[in-house]
């Protein structure tokens, strides 16, 4: 019933910028709170960033706070994530997710190398 499904991820060069989104269905998108996390094998999986459903301040991993940025449009049903200042470190599978009952997209590979 509930589907995230992201895209977005590339491949792109370090101080390059990327643009996620997330596509939701299934479920009343504006009255979730909404995440991006990351995972990268060998490693836990990372919250990046959460927003809530439509008013108050978006939540950064410090690792991204400064160069991350998300939002979403509830009228679309959407969520991204604007991403600059790319780093190598943040290479990593990212994931749309519905935190309340622990929903998961498939994730999009985001790749920053050289």
């Known amino acids: 019933q509930v589907q995230l499904v992201e895209s977005g991820g590339g491949l792109v060069q370090p101080g390059g910028s990327l643009r996620l989104s997330c596509t939701a269905s299934?479920?009343?998108?504006?009255?979730?709170?909404m995440s991006w996390y990351r995972q990268t094998p060998g490693k836990e999986r990372e919250l990046v960033a959460s927003i809530p459903p439509l008013y108050g301040s978006a939540n950064y991993a410090d690792s991204v706070k400064g160069r991350f940025t998300i939002s979403r449009d509830n009228s679309k049903n959407t969520l991204y994530l604007q991403m600059n200042s790319l780093k190598p470190e943040d290479t990593a599978v990212y994931y749309c997710?519905?935190?309340?009952?622990?929903?998961w997209g498939q994730g999009t590979q985001v790749t920053v190398s050289s």
């Open positions: 997710c519905r935190p309340y009952n622990s929903h």
């Open positions: 299934g479920f009343i998108f504006s009255h979730y709170v």
